[in-house]
Structure formats: structure tokens, C-alpha cells
Antibody, heavy 118, light 110 residues
Framework: EVQLVESGGGLVKPGGSLRLSCAAS????????MHWVRQAPGKGLEWVSS????????YYADSVKGRFTISRDNAKNSLYLQMNSLRAEDTALYYC????????????WGLGTMVTVS | QSVLTQPPSVSAAPGQKVTISCSGS????????VSWYQQFPGTAPKLLIY???KRPSGNPDRFSGSKSGTSATLGITGLQTGDEADYYC???????????FGGGTKLTVL
């Protein structure tokens, strides 16, 4: 079964750091670009960052640029998001999503991991 | 404020058809593919439409997508109460080098 499982969320004080992980299974992880998307409580979807299959191309939303770092380990089928200098507005459910490979569509999503900055 | 603009809510009766609009610009919808997502409360989004008008296998053909210029539309026919959800459009923005989403549209089936 194709699956993404996020972990690493929690409660952190403003200015603190967290590292999110996303474990992939059921597909050839190394062949796909991956993304982080977040959703603040009661709000819409916000794209956070993406990384290409070989880590050659990395992009960030302006709201997190300079504070968050995306990375991946294809040998471990894992995606990461290092979040530093966290702010209250970073409070959200963070989803890991697979890029379908066509038109930047996200075809597989995890259940998300909650990050609360307070 | 979202880069892509969607109506906050739409409603229609069971069995009817509804459309949800998504308006953007030449840097996103105008020159890139649009995707649509369905999200039920407390669950992760699900891909409904990709490449403007293609449906992933397993998705019912009651859902359709179209694009014209800098706008896209999601159509849902034969509305069911089970279609009540939030719907989001998304696209790559070449100027921002970022994926952008609409603010989401809440569908109510009366």
C-alpha cells in the first residue's frame, strides 16, 4: 500500500526548533519529488516547500524561506523538514505529499503531524 | 490572501450540478497545469483533478475540470450529500517559484 506517515510534531515555544519526518512506503520514493503542505486550524492549504527526487531542486514559500530546510534520504525512504525560529503563525497541521510527476499535482498525502508554537 | 481566488462557498440541491471557479494570472493558471483537491473535515486532502481536466483512476466521472485563460473550473454533477466538503485548486506559479492554492470553497448540498 502506498503510504506517507509524518511524525515529529509537537508543542514548541516561539523561537524554537522542530524537525518533521515523513516515512514513505509502497512506492519507489527516490523517483518522486516531494512536498510539505500545511494547514492552520480552520484555514486553507498552504504549500511550504518542495524537493526534487535527487534533491537538485528545492523551493520554499516566502513565509518560511530562511527558517525552514527541506531534505530527503532516499536510502531511508524519508523526507524531512527542519523548522527553526518558529513563530505562532507556523502553528498548523503539516502534511507530507507526493508529487504525481504531472503538473505539480499531489497524488498521495499523509495524515499530517500537528505543530503548535505557543 | 490567496494567490488563486475561489468563492468561499457554493451550494446546490442533491442531483443538481455545481461549478467552482478558480481565478489566477498568467504566472500560474495561465501557463501551468491546475489541480483540484477534495477535503473532508478532519481528513487529508484528496487529488480530484490534475493536468486541468484529468481524473486519477478511481475518481468518479461526476467530477470534471476545465481551464480557460487564467481561470479554471471544477464541475460536479449528480450532487450527493457525500460531496459536502472543502475544495481547493492549486497550480505552480512561475513568478513565485512556488505552488499556490486557492482559499478553498465549502460545498453544501442542500
Amino acid at each position: 500500500e502506498v503510504q506517507l506517515v509524518e511524525s515529529g510534531g509537537g508543542l514548541v515555544k516561539p523561537g524554537g526548533s522542530l524537525r518533521l519526518s515523513c516515512a514513505a512506503s509502497g512506492f519507489t520514493f527516490s523517483s518522486y519529488s516531494m512536498h510539505w503542505v500545511r494547514q492552520a486550524p480552520g484555514k486553507g492549504l498552504e504549500w511550504v516547500s518542495s524537493i526534487s527526487s535527487s534533491s537538485s531542486y528545492i523551493y520554499y514559500a516566502d513565509s518560511v524561506k530562511g527558517r525552514f530546510t527541506i531534505s530527503r534520504d532516499n536510502a531511508k525512504n524519508s523526507l524531512y523538514l527542519q523548522m527553526n525560529s518558529l513563530r505562532a503563525e507556523d502553528t498548523a497541521l503539516y502534511y507530507c505529499a507526493r508529487d504525481s510527476g504531472v503538473g505539480d499535482a499531489f497524488d498521495i498525502w499523509g495524515l499530517g503531524t500537528m505543530v503548535t508554537v505557543s | 490572501q490567496s494567490v488563486l481566488t475561489q468563492p468561499p462557498s457554493v451550494s446546490a440541491a442533491p442531483g443538481q450540478k455545481v461549478t467552482i471557479s478558480c481565478s489566477g494570472s498568467s504566472s500560474n493558471i495561465g501557463n501551468n497545469y491546475v489541480s483540484w483537491y477534495q477535503q473532508f473535515p478532519g481528513t487529508a486532502p484528496k487529488l480530484l483533478i490534475y493536468d486541468n481536466n484529468k481524473r486519477p483512476s478511481g475518481n468518479p466521472d461526476r467530477f470534471s475540470g476545465s481551464k480557460s485563460g487564467t481561470s479554471a473550473t471544477l464541475g460536479i454533477t449528480g450532487l450527493q450529500t457525500g460531496d459536502e466538503a472543502d475544495y481547493y485548486c492549486g497550480a505552480w506559479d512561475s513568478s513565485l517559484s512556488a505552488v499556490v492554492f486557492g482559499g478553498g470553497t465549502k460545498l453544501t448540498v442542500l
